[in-house]
C-alpha cells in the first residue's frame, strides 16, 4: 500500500511585525487524508500562520508547497485555484440569496463564469450545488433564504461552500467559533468524515480542545510563534511543556470526563 502523497509542506515559515516574531520557523507537512489541528494561547502565531498559507499575508522567509506549487506570496484566489479550500471563523454569505444560490456563486467563480441572478445562470451547476448540500446534509434547505438560517446550518453552508473547488487541502479557521457545544462535535465529525472518503487533507484551528483531541489525527502546538509539540493527540497530551504552557493539568481533553458530563 502506497504512502498517503504530501499536500503541504512548510519549512522555516518566519513573519515579524516591528521586531516581534509572530511566527518563527515553523515547519510541518500534512498528508491526504489526515487531519492536523494547529492550537495554541491566543497571540501564539496561528492565525498569521494561517495567513501566509492562505495568501493573505507574505512570509519574510520560508518555503510554502502546496499540491505541488511554491505558494509563498502567491494571492488567496491563485491558491484557491489550485484546490485549497478555505472556511472562516465568521460566515460570509449572501443572506438575500437562497442557500442552492450560494453554492452555485463559488461554483460559477470556479468554472470562471459570470453569475447573473435574474438570467439563466441560476441554472448553472445547478445539480452539482445540490449534490453538496446533500454532502453536508443541508438538501432540505436548498430553496430558503441564507438570511432565515440557524448559525449552525450556515456553518455547514460555508463547509459545503469550500467543497465547491474539488479542494484536496481544506484549511480550517475556527470552523466551530459561536457553536453550541454539540454542533461543534457534529461539523467536525462531517468534516472528518468527508475528508477521509476523499483523501482531503484538513488543517484547522481550534479553542475547543474536546473537537481537537476527538477529531484530530496529529497536532501542532503554538507558543509565541514557536512550534513547541508536535504529534498525536495522546503525545500531545503527555507533553509537559504543553501542560505547562497551554493546556494546563486540569485542560487536559479527557474523553471519559467529557462523555460523563453529557451522558
Not at 505558494?71 to 460566515?91: C, D
Not at 438575500?96 to 445562470?121: D, I, K
Request: hydrophobic letters at 40%; one cysteine or more.
Amino acid at each position: 500500500m502506497n504512502a498517503a502523497p504530501t499536500l503541504l509542506s512548510v519549512e522555516g515559515l518566519t513573519k515579524s511585525y516591528g521586531g516581534i516574531h509572530a511566527v518563527r520557523g515553523v515547519s510541518f507537512a500534512l498528508k491526504a487524508g489526515e487531519i492536523l489541528a494547529l492550537i495554541g494561547p491566543n497571540g501564539a502565531g496561528k492565525s498569521t500562520c494561517f495567513d501566509m498559507l492562505n495568501g493573505q499575508n507574505v512570509p519574510d522567509s520560508g518555503r510554502i508547497v502546496l499540491l505541488g506549487e511554491d505558494t509563498a506570496g502567491e494571492k488567496p484566489r491563485a491558491i484557491w485555484r489550485l484546490g485549497v479550500g478555505r472556511t472562516f471563523q465568521i460566515t460570509a454569505t449572501f443572506p438575500t440569496m437562497t442557500v442552492r444560490e450560494n453554492v452555485q456563486v463559488a461554483l460559477v467563480s470556479f468554472e470562471r463564469q459570470l453569475f447573473n441572478l435574474w438570467g439563466s445562470t441560476p441554472k448553472f451547476e445547478r445539480d452539482e450545488a445540490g449534490r453538496l448540500l446533500e454532502l453536508v446534509g443541508m438538501a432540505g434547505y436548498a430553496e430558503r433564504p441564507c438570511g432565515e438560517l440557524a448559525y449552525g446550518d450556515l456553518k455547514r453552508l460555508e463547509l459545503a461552500i469550500a467543497l465547491a473547488n474539488q479542494p484536496k487541502l481544506l484549511l480550517m479557521d475556527e470552523p466551530t467559533a459561536g457553536m453550541a457545544p454539540r454542533e461543534r462535535i457534529d461539523l467536525m465529525r462531517l468534516t472528518a468524515q468527508i475528508a477521509k472518503e476523499q483523501s482531503i487533507g484538513v488543517l484547522f484551528t481550534e479553542h475547543d480542545m474536546d473537537v481537537v483531541f476527538e477529531h484530530a489525527d496529529r497536532i501542532l502546538v503554538l507558543n509565541r510563534g514557536t512550534l513547541i509539540a508536535e504529534g498525536s493527540p495522546a503525545e500531545v497530551r503527555r507533553n509537559p511543556q504543553v501542560r505547562a504552557i497551554y493546556l494546563g493539568e486540569g485542560l487536559v481533553y479527557d474523553a471519559r470526563h467529557r462523555e460523563g458530563a453529557s451522558a
